[in-house]
C-alpha cells in the first residue's frame, strides 16, 4: 500500500500541534476558536521542534508518548477512520471497527514519526479561516521550510457537539487532501483482499514500531 502522500499530509496535520506536545506541562490550548487554537499551537512550532530535534531522532518512543497524550486529544481519528473505510464501515462488525479504528491511529502515529524530523521549518502562518457551513471552518495556512520551499496547508475542523471543543480531521497540502488520500488506498485494499486482511496487514506493519517505541 503506498501511503507516501498520506504519511506527508499527517505530517502537516500535526505540525500546528507539535509544538504543544513538545511543552508537556505547558497550558492547554483553548479549543473554543479553530483559528485561534491552530495559530496558537504553530507559534511554539520552530523553536521547541529545532530544540529537540537530536533527542527525538533516538527515541521512537519519545515522539510516540508525545503524539499520544499531547496531539492526539486535537485530532479525531476515528472520525477519520470511518471516512477511510468509506462504505465497509457500515458493513463491519463492532469488533473491526474497533481495530480498524485502533490500527488507523498507530499508522497516522508511526507515519508521523517517520517523516517529522525530516522537515525542517522555518515558520508557519496562520493566514485565515474560511467556514463551510456551521460547526465545519477551514483553517488557512503557509509553512515556510529552511531551504525556501514553502507550502500552502489547509487544516479542516469540525465542533464536536458533546465535549463543545473544536477537532482537527483532515489536512489539505497544496490541494491534496489527505483524508481523501487515505480514503481511496484503503477502499481499494479492502475491495481487493477484504476488510480483515487489510486489518491484519495493518497490525502486522504497526507491531514492529510499537516494539520500537517500547
Given at each position: ?66 503524539a499520544q497524550q499531547n496531539v492526539l486529544p486535537y485530532v479525531d481519528t476515528e472520525k477519520m477512520a470511518r471516512y477511510a473505510m468509506g462504505k465497509y ?126
Amino acid at each position: 500500500m503506498n501511503l507516501s502522500m498520506t504519511s506527508r499530509g499527517f505530517t502537516w496535520l500535526f505540525l500546528a500541534l507539535t509544538a504543544f506536545s513538545f511543552s508537556v506541562r505547558a497550558e492547554p490550548v483553548e479549543q473554543k476558536d479553530p483559528q485561534v487554537m491552530i495559530s496558537a499551537l504553530s507559534t511554539m512550532l520552530v523553536d521547541k521542534l529545532n530544540a529537540q530535534r537530536a533527542e527525538l531522532e533516538k527515541s521512537p518512543k519519545m515522539v510516540r508518548e508525545f503524539a499520544q497524550q499531547n496531539v492526539l486529544p486535537y485530532v479525531d481519528t476515528e472520525k477519520m477512520a470511518r471516512y477511510a473505510m468509506g462504505k465497509y464501515w457500515r458493513s463491519a462488525t463492532d469488533e473491526q471497527k474497533k481495530a480498524f479504528s485502533d490500527e488507523f491511529t498507530t499508522t497516522l502515529i508511526r507515519s508521523y514519526s517517520q517523516s517529522l524530523l525530516k522537515l525542517n521549518i522555518s515558520s508557519v502562518k496562520v493566514t485565515g479561516m474560511t467556514e463551510e457551513k456551521p460547526g465545519r471552518v477551514t483553517v488557512s495556512s503557509n509553512v515556510l521550510q529552511a531551504d525556501g520551499n514553502s507550502s500552502d496547508v489547509v487544516y479542516r475542523a469540525y465542533l464536536d457537539k458533546k465535549s463543545a471543543k473544536w477537532m482537527i480531521y483532515d489536512v489539505t497540502v497544496e490541494g491534496i487532501s489527505m483524508l481523501l488520500n487515505y480514503r481511496k488506498v484503503y477502499i481499494a485494499d479492502i475491495s481487493r483482499r477484504g476488510l480483515q486482511a487489510v486489518i491484519d496487514d495493518m497490525k502486522e506493519k504497526n507491531q514492529s514500531f510499537l516494539n520500537s517505541a517500547a
